[in-house]
Nanobody, 128 residues
Framework: QVQLVESGGGLVQAGGSLRLSCAAS????????MGWFRQAPGKEREFVAA????????YYTNSVKGRFTISRDNAKNTVYLQMNSLKPEDTAVYYC?????????????????????WGQGTQVTVSS
């Protein structure tokens, strides 16, 4: 069992930055691939970014490439999402997720069903 707690959300103006953190319980954090997803009101949950268990492979959805950076610190059981040049369309609840399986395949890592544990979410609001 893994418990995930996100933090770092808030209200920011367009063009600003935020860094989300997701702290995981347990001693096996490095055994999980990690992902960030987001869900805006009235929309389905969508993939944002993912990182392999060792942190050596990164995945991003096209809309955040060059603006967002995912990273992890396995010694601190934490995964991060650095978000720069934020846009109003980035407004959403952001969730982190942990998956026991890692395929090295983008199409697998972008699917919510590929993840076993989810945090409660943190709200990010970008004003224009």
């Amino acid at each position: 069992q893994v418990q995930l707690v996100e933090s770092g959300g808030g209200l920011v103006q367009a063009g600003g930055s935020l860094r989300l953190s997701c702290a995981a319980s347990g001693r096996t954090f490095s055994s999980y691939a990690m992902g960030w997803f987001r869900q805006a009101p009235g929309k389905e949950r969508e993939f944002v970014a993912a990182i392999s268990k060792s942190g050596g492979v990164l995945y991003y959805t096209n809309s955040v490439k060059g603006r967002f950076t995912i990273s992890r610190d396995n010694a601190k059981n934490t995964v991060y999402l650095q978000m720069n040049s934020l846009k109003p369309e980035d407004t959403a609840v952001y969730y982190c997720a942990a998956g026991r399986d890692y395929s090295g395949n983008y199409d697998y890592q972008v699917r919510p069903r590929s993840y076993d544990y989810w945090g409660q979410g943190t709200q990010v609001t970008v004003s224009s």
